[in-house]
């Protein structure tokens, strides 16, 4: 919001992103990557930039001011900040600004949406080597992450799952057992349609991977559509970007059993684990 807002006192004015970036000794790629929220706001930055853009009433300026120092506040996983990569702390960012998460998953339960064991189970297949308690760290801030889904005003999740991810063994199955029944338990939620593609439909339109789209409440936010990687992560906000993959993601949805039959697609699913 607040890069939002810069943007509009910035344009308001006739100042290029030129200009600006000359004044904060800056490119102008850093002015557009400040106001679309991509970076930390330096407050000399922020107080110089009101100047330009002609805000000098110390009672208009106090607001944005208080704002940037609310913006370099410590995420709540900042205590875990050793164990994640930094491509992945601002997708926490986003996901905690976000009022709808769209997502597809083709391997893994979301993570939103994981049993403790079953995240412990995820995080061996990449940290076999860490000691214990690195591990219990881990699935610590997996499960923490998920108060997201419980604060008063949470964001809607959207979730379509390929059959694969939950029919495929993750720790034994008592842990894939369990961790079916959560979801049973999840998509009783309010806030949480679970959605599943059964292996009958074939190929569909996601052949390419698991992606998040991520939409925020103020209709100046554009967007963001979120890839992740083996060792990085892709950010899409272009307008053409975000449009193809909301229509792959509406295809998926078409092509997914409904929502009101995913409890018995699960309990099916659960039966079958110990075939």
């Known amino acids: 919001m607040l890069g939002l807002e810069l943007r509009r006192l910035r344009e308001a004015a006739g100042i290029s992103a030129e200009t600006a970036g000359e004044t904060i000794r800056a490119s102008p790629a850093k002015i557009s990557r400040m106001e679309r929220g991509r970076v930390s706001f330096k407050l ?47 997708h926490l960012g986003l996901e905690g600004a976000a009022a709808r998460l769209r997502t597809y998953q083709v391997q893994f339960v979301p993570g939103l949406l994981q049993t403790a064991d079953y995240a412990r189970a995820v995080v061996l297949l990449e940290h076999v080597d860490a000691a214990d308690e690195e591990l219990q760290r881990r699935v610590d801030f997996r499960i923490e992450r998920q108060r997201l889904l419980d604060q008063e005003e949470p964001p809607m999740l959207w979730a379509v799952v390929d059959e694969a991810a939950l029919a495929r063994p993750l720790g034994s199955a008592a842990v894939m057992r369990r961790q079916l029944e959560h979801l049973v338990e999840a998509a009783e939620r309010p806030n949480v349609t679970l959605q599943v593609i059964p292996f009958r439909r074939g ?73």
Request: charged content about 30%; aromatic content about 10%; glycine content about 4%.
């Open 44 to 90: 000399r930055d922020v107080d110089d930039l009101l100047a330009l853009y002609g805000l000098t009433d110390p009672a208009d300026r106090a607001p944005l001011m208080e704002v940037a120092r609310e913006a370099n506040s410590p995420g709540w996983w900042q205590k875990y900040s050793d164990l994640l990569p930094n491509w992945f702390q601002m």
């Open 203 to 275: 190929g569909h339109a996601a052949a390419g991977g698991p992606f998040t789209v991520i939409r925020f409440d103020e209709p100046e936010l554009a967007d963001v559509v979120y890839l992740e990687q083996l060792t990085s992560a892709l950010y899409l906000d272009k307008p053409a970007d975000v449009a193809r993959y909301s229509q792959v993601m509406d295809r998926l949805c078409q092509t997914a059993d409904p929502w009101q039959d995913t409890p018995d697609t699960l309990r099916r699913i659960a039966r079958e684990l110990d075939r």
